[in-house]
């Protein structure tokens, strides 16, 4: 081992500099923040909800019961509650209704208008692509306020006269166009990237050919970009499952929608109109369970399309 | 403008198959004039109702403005309702948008760049927390965020509606990605010969270098909390902490049963959209949406 001593100096220089590089506490100290406000936040606050939906209230000491409520282990009692209430299920279904109606509509129309912004010599892209874009920055409780009013028999300019908006299947219809009126130019734009991030020399190919333009759109552009559109379905049905907003500021307008209409509004009259933190926490936690399990079959249904197409 | 007619007249002229024409594609075009106007006409009938009067908003026919001075009583009964709560509205929403936004998106950036450009003790496993938690739904969450808060009494106050949403899963997978992408190992390594400390690199080089992911995630992250209304609506009860969008809400329920204040809420719905839309519109090339749809380019 007759290593030269400059050498070994610099061998030793260099693995000082790589231990540094391993060792710094620099990565460890911008990570923290991150973690610490993730367990504080988003952990804890799940973990509580968990812990809150298996306990109940029971009132104890005193003959008549006049003690203090304690809280005590509820067991199932909550979620066996929940999943047998039928309002759960009506809220679920509502919800059900408005995202089959809602999310492929959203799809589509974010697909049509991306593939004709991408469409040869059509025009006014520039002032289109903002116009449609616009109600992204309109929050959705503005966005519903605004609908009302169009909605709306006394105001209506789009026939609420005539047509009621408001009654107990127009509702469903009203409620979706508000949501799809607010992302659909979003998901335009993620999908009009996507386009435009393909390679040009695949389009002049089929061109060459004599594949028409609307060939190229639906043979060519729409499979190639199926995981953008697949990431823009996973959105939207996560969005669907938290639909509360839109349906909670129409509420003043229509009779049709009730406290419990969708399931998040059902977990806040719950939880804080009724005060049964209990059972709130319990439908919270199945919510949960659902949004993340359909969010996995959604991601693995978008995998398989998108390996069918690669084909 | 007429040099460029002309030339498409020529060209016209010039060609035979009426399909192949160098002129307007109008299928594309006219799909997308017919989306802009639903996207835009329901805005453009709030800035015409906001002209007029509870009265003339009955009576008058729908798509005209009124040139009646009713806009500015409108705008003076808004800001003027309940000693100019209104105002205090909208600057609690800049508060909690520009405050969350900044600082979610330091918190994002810097474990962004902890994660894709260091390997240490537990980074494989923060980063799969993070993808984990990228499924779970924040707004689900607000409920029980707010049961936890409740509990140690720290709810009805800005903090309560800020802290929770300083950290977004998503965010910090955006820039991790960015920063593998967008710092070299090459600059870094030359920074370290050079002497620069890693905290060094990490200011002068690598938050320079993911500049464009942290604007994109800083505009995301705005708009999020901004139009954010289940967190506040569960935290806050003095409407003095309102933001605009819980502001409006109650607004509408006090006189959703009186016709006679809807000129009001048309002109509030208004003027929350105007800023909010100009802002938006004039920094759209600033995003990289690219980003999202997974296709890292710099």
Same mark, same amino acid.
């Given at each position: 081992?007759?290593?030269?001593?400059?050498?070994?100096?610099?061998?030793?220089?260099?693995?000082?500099?790589?231990?540094?590089?391993?060792?710094?506490?620099?990565?460890?100290?911008?990570?923290?923040?991150?973690?610490?406000?993730?367990?504080?936040?988003?952990?804890?606050?799940?973990?509580?909800?968990?812990?809150?939906?298996?306990?109940?209230?029971?009132?104890?000491?005193?003959?008549?019961?006049?003690?203090?409520?304690?809280?005590?282990?509820?067991?199932?009692?909550?979620?066996?509650?929940?999943?047998?209430?039928?309002?759960?299920?009506?809220?679920?279904?509502?919800?059900?209704?408005?995202?089959?109606?809602?999310?492929?509509?959203?799809?589509?129309?974010?697909?049509?208008?991306?593939?004709?912004?991408?469409?040869?010599?059509?025009?006014?892209?520039?002032?289109?692509?903002?116009?449609?874009?616009?109600?992204?920055?309109?929050?959705?409780?503005?966005?519903?306020?605004?609908?009302?009013?169009?909605?709306?028999?006394?105001?209506?300019?789009?026939?609420?006269?005539?047509?009621?908006?408001?009654?107990?299947?127009?509702?469903?219809?009203?409620?979706?166009?508000?949501?799809?009126?607010?992302?659909?130019?979003?998901?335009?734009?993620?999908?009009?990237?996507?386009?435009?991030?393909?390679?040009?020399?695949?389009?002049?190919?089929?061109?060459?050919?004599?594949?028409?333009?609307?060939?190229?759109?639906?043979?060519?552009?729409?499979?190639?970009?199926?995981?953008?559109?697949?990431?823009?379905?996973?959105?939207?049905?996560?969005?669907?499952?938290?639909?509360?907003?839109?349906?909670?500021?129409?509420?003043?307008?229509?009779?049709?929608?009730?406290?419990?209409?969708?399931?998040?509004?059902?977990?806040?009259?719950?939880?804080?109109?009724?005060?049964?933190?209990?059972?709130?926490?319990?439908?919270?936690?199945?919510?949960?369970?659902?949004?993340?399990?359909?969010?996995?079959?959604?991601?693995?249904?978008?995998?398989?399309?998108?390996?069918?197409?690669?084909? | 403008?007429?040099? &460029?007619?002309?030339?498409?007249?020529?060209?016209?002229?010039?060609?035979?198959?009426?399909?192949?024409?160098?002129?307007?594609?109008?299928?594309?075009?006219?799909?997308?004039?017919?989306?802009?106007?639903?996207?835009? =006409?329901?805005?453009?009938?709030?800035?015409?109702?906001?002209?007029?009067?509870?009265?003339?908003?009955?009576?008058?026919?729908?798509?005209?403005?009124?040139?009646?001075?009713?806009?500015?009583?409108?705008?003076?009964?808004?800001?003027?309702?309940?000693?100019?709560?209104?105002?205090?509205?909208?600057?609690?929403?800049? &508060?909690?948008?520009?405050?969350?936004?900044?600082?979610?998106?330091?918190?994002?950036?810097?474990?962004?760049?902890?994660?894709?450009?260091?390997?240490?003790?537990?980074?494989?496993?923060?980063?799969?927390?993070?993808?984990?938690?990228?499924?779970?739904?924040?707004?689900?969450?607000? &409920?029980?965020?707010?049961?936890?808060?409740?509990?140690?009494?720290?709810?009805?106050?800005?903090?309560?509606? &800020?802290?929770?949403?300083? !950290?977004?899963?998503?965010?910090?997978?955006?820039?991790?990605?960015?920063?593998?992408?967008?710092?070299?190992?090459?600059?870094?390594?030359?920074?370290?010969?050079?002497?620069?400390?890693?905290?060094?690199?990490?200011?002068?080089?690598?938050?320079?270098?993911?500049?464009?992911?942290?604007?994109?995630?800083?505009?995301?992250?705005?708009?999020?909390?901004?139009?954010?209304?289940?967190?506040?609506?569960?935290?806050?009860?003095?409407?003095? =902490?309102?933001?605009?969008?819980?502001?409006?809400?109650?607004?509408?329920?006090?006189?959703?049963?009186?016709?006679?204040?809807?000129?009001?809420?048309?002109?509030?719905?208004?003027?929350?959209? !105007?800023?909010?839309?100009?802002?938006?519109?004039?920094?759209?090339?600033?995003?990289?949406?690219?980003?999202?749809?997974?296709?890292?380019?710099?």
């Amino acid at each position: 081992m007759a290593i030269a001593a400059p050498a070994r100096a610099h061998t030793q220089a260099k693995v000082q500099a790589h231990r540094k590089k391993r060792g710094s506490s620099l990565p460890v100290f911008l990570v923290a923040p991150a973690v610490v406000l993730l367990l504080l936040f988003t952990i804890a606050p799940a973990i509580y909800a968990i812990d809150l939906s298996f306990l109940h209230l029971k009132i104890s000491g005193g003959l008549l019961g006049t003690g203090t409520p304690q809280e005590v282990w509820a067991g199932f009692s909550n979620y066996i509650a929940t999943l047998s209430d039928p309002e759960f299920w009506h809220s679920l279904g509502r919800m059900l209704i408005i995202a089959v109606i809602g999310v492929p509509a959203t799809i589509f129309f974010a697909t049509l208008f991306a593939l004709s912004l991408d469409a040869k010599r059509a025009r006014l892209v520039g002032f289109t692509r903002l116009a449609i874009f616009l109600p992204y920055a309109v929050p959705g409780v503005v966005a519903s306020l605004l609908w009302g009013f169009l909605y709306l028999p006394a105001t209506s300019p789009i026939g609420g006269q005539f047509i009621n908006y408001f009654g107990s299947t127009g509702i469903f219809f009203s409620v979706t166009n508000v949501a799809v009126w607010g992302v659909v130019g979003f998901n335009m734009v993620i999908l009009y990237t996507a386009v435009r991030s393909l390679p040009p020399d695949l389009f002049e190919a089929a061109e060459l050919d004599g594949a028409s333009e609307l060939q190229i759109a639906l043979r060519i552009k729409l499979p190639l970009i199926a995981p953008a559109i697949t990431m823009v379905a996973l959105f939207s049905v996560i969005g669907a499952l938290q639909l509360f907003n839109e349906p909670t500021t129409l509420k003043p307008l229509a009779n049709a929608i009730t406290s419990t209409w969708v399931p998040l509004m059902r977990v806040y009259t719950q939880a804080n109109v009724n005060n049964d933190i209990y059972g709130g926490s319990a439908t919270s936690f199945v919510l949960i369970i659902l949004t993340v399990g359909l969010a996995i079959v959604v991601n693995l249904i978008g995998r398989r399309i998108v390996g069918r197409e690669s084909k | 403008m007429t040099s &460029i007619q002309l030339r498409g007249r020529l060209k016209r002229a010039g060609e035979h198959t009426p399909g192949s024409t160098r002129t307007v594609n109008w299928v594309p075009t006219i799909i997308l004039i017919i989306g802009a106007l639903y996207c835009v =006409l329901p805005v453009l009938w709030i800035l015409i109702a906001s002209t007029k009067t509870n009265d003339q908003l009955f009576s008058t026919a729908t798509f005209l403005p009124s040139f009646t001075g009713g806009f500015w009583t409108n705008m003076q009964a808004l800001f003027s309702y309940n000693h100019g709560i209104f105002g205090q509205w909208a600057l609690n929403s800049v &508060i909690y948008a520009v405050g969350g936004g900044v600082l979610s998106t330091i918190v994002a950036g810097a474990a962004g760049y902890a994660l894709g450009k260091y390997r240490f003790f537990g980074s494989k496993w923060i980063f799969r927390l993070i993808v984990a938690a990228v499924l779970l739904p924040q707004i689900m969450l607000a &409920i029980p965020q707010f049961l936890l808060l409740a509990k140690f009494g720290m709810t009805n106050n800005y903090a309560s509606v &800020i802290l929770p949403q300083l !950290v977004s899963p998503f965010a910090i997978y955006l820039c991790k990605i960015y920063a593998e992408a967008a710092v070299p190992d090459e600059i870094m390594e030359a920074a370290r010969i050079d002497g620069g400390s890693e905290w060094r690199i990490f200011w002068s080089v690598g938050s320079r270098l993911m500049m464009p992911a942290l604007v994109t995630v800083f505009l995301l992250q705005f708009i999020g909390i901004w139009n954010n209304f289940l967190l506040p609506f569960v935290m806050l009860n003095s409407d003095q =902490l309102y933001p605009l969008t819980l502001g409006l809400y109650g607004l509408m329920i006090i006189t959703g049963g009186q016709a006679a204040q809807y000129s009001i809420v048309i002109a509030g719905v208004l003027v929350s959209i !105007v800023p909010l839309a100009i802002l938006f519109l004039s920094l759209q090339r600033y995003w990289k949406i690219d980003l999202i749809s997974g296709g890292v380019k710099i």
